[in-house]
């Protein structure tokens, strides 16, 4: 058994056409893979999955410009079943600038965003992998109709940001969530009963209150992580961290970005297109 039967299915609910910098050579690849035995069929399909969410973005080529769209949640094809938690994959997204910049047709490329953000896990290593792709010898230029949080995170990895006049960047933090269930399990005559080894096993869970202790600690998690993230924009724009950290997640739009140091410009994506190849920017 193969996973071909998959390929319209993942096309239409899965992963929008453009991730893949060649449907149809993934296609084929999968039509002609060996067939499956039984026992390894989980196994296979989470290989299958796992790679998928490595395979290169579509991208075009304007005026030997190179134009990657980053388009809906960001997040890790580490995380199993990537696909339910967001649109994209980092994977994808530095494997499609490596091929862009490598290009012999292109002369800069453009990330285009339009994410409001993603998982925590892998983003900032994609930052850095961007970093050190944007320090050749091609402009990497982010345009942003919005790029919030983690998106914003990879977009300030590039050599300058232009924000679409109307759109915004920032959120500058991390968050998580807890519900807390309990007292409607209470209403339905169900009672949930953790029996677990570690003081700390069961922070967090849902079936009964956040506990003042465990809230604390999920709160100090979110200001050390929210801290790398601060560090990293700081380094990568250039600005002092106290800045960074002072926009306490705010989005900014058009202007408000340039002027919070958040974009170098505002400008329409097709007025920066025109002259994106002509651009020099600092390595």
Same mark, same amino acid.
């Given at each position: 058994?193969?996973?071909?039967?998959?390929?319209?299915?993942?096309?239409?609910?899965?992963?929008?056409?453009?991730?893949?910098?060649?449907?149809?050579?993934?296609?084929?690849?999968?039509?002609?893979?060996?067939?499956?035995?039984?026992?390894?069929?989980?196994?296979?399909?989470?290989?299958?999955?796992?790679?998928?969410?490595?395979?290169? !973005?579509?991208?075009?080529?304007?005026?030997?410009?190179?134009?990657?769209?980053?388009?809906?949640?960001?997040?890790?094809?580490?995380?199993?079943?990537?696909?339910?938690?967001?649109?994209?994959?980092?994977?994808?997204?530095?494997?499609?600038?490596?091929?862009?910049?490598?290009?012999?047709?292109?002369?800069?490329?453009?990330?285009?965003?339009?994410?409001?953000?993603?998982?925590?896990?892998?983003?900032?290593?994609?930052?850095?992998?961007?970093?050190?792709?944007?320090?050749?010898?091609?402009?990497?230029?982010?345009?942003?109709?919005?790029?919030?949080?983690?998106?914003?995170?990879?977009?300030?990895?590039?050599?300058?940001?232009?924000?679409?006049?109307?759109?915004?960047?920032?959120?500058?933090?991390?968050?998580?969530?807890?519900?807390?269930?309990?007292?409607?399990?209470?209403?339905?005559?169900?009672?949930?009963?953790?029996?677990?080894?570690?003081?700390?096993?069961?922070?967090?869970?849902?079936?009964?209150?956040?506990?003042?202790?465990? !809230?604390?600690?999920?709160?100090?998690?979110?200001?050390?992580?929210?801290?790398?993230?601060?560090?990293?924009?700081?380094?990568?724009?250039?600005?002092?961290?106290?800045?960074?950290?002072?926009?306490?997640?705010?989005?900014?739009?058009?202007?408000?970005?340039?002027?919070?140091?958040?974009?170098?410009?505002?400008?329409?994506?097709?007025?920066?297109?025109?002259?994106?190849?002509?651009?020099?920017?600092?390595?």
């Amino acid at each position: 058994m193969t996973y071909a039967f998959l390929n319209e299915n993942r096309a239409r609910m899965f992963i929008p056409q453009a991730h893949l910098l060649s449907r149809i050579d993934a296609e084929r690849r999968m039509a002609a893979a060996a067939p499956v035995a039984p026992e390894k069929m989980a196994g296979s399909f989470m290989q299958w999955v796992t790679e998928m969410g490595r395979e290169p !973005l579509d991208y075009r080529i304007v005026d030997r410009v190179a134009l990657i769209d980053i388009h809906g949640a960001v997040c890790s094809a580490q995380i199993p079943l990537w696909f339910f938690y967001g649109d994209v994959t980092y994977e994808s997204i530095v494997e499609t600038l490596r091929h862009a910049v490598a290009d012999t047709d292109t002369d800069a490329v453009i990330l285009r965003f339009n994410s409001p953000g993603g998982t925590v896990t892998g983003c900032a290593e994609a930052a850095a992998a961007i970093d050190r792709i944007a320090s050749g010898d091609k402009p990497v230029i982010a345009h942003a109709q919005m790029a919030d949080s983690a998106a914003f995170w990879l977009a300030s990895a590039t050599n300058k940001i232009f924000v679409d006049p109307t759109g915004e960047v920032g959120s500058i933090g991390v968050i998580c969530m807890h519900a807390d269930y309990s007292k409607l399990y209470e209403e339905w005559g169900i009672k949930v009963t953790a029996i677990a080894a570690g003081a700390h096993k069961t922070d967090g869970n849902p079936y009964e209150p956040l506990t003042e202790q465990a !809230l604390e600690r999920f709160k100090a998690d979110m200001e050390y992580l929210r801290g790398q993230f601060v560090s990293s924009v700081a380094k990568y724009r250039g600005l002092p961290e106290k800045q960074v950290k002072a926009t306490e997640a705010l989005t900014y739009i058009g202007a408000q970005a340039v002027a919070a140091g958040l974009a170098d410009e505002a400008k329409f994506f097709d007025d920066l297109l025109a002259e994106a190849a002509s651009l020099a920017v600092d390595g």
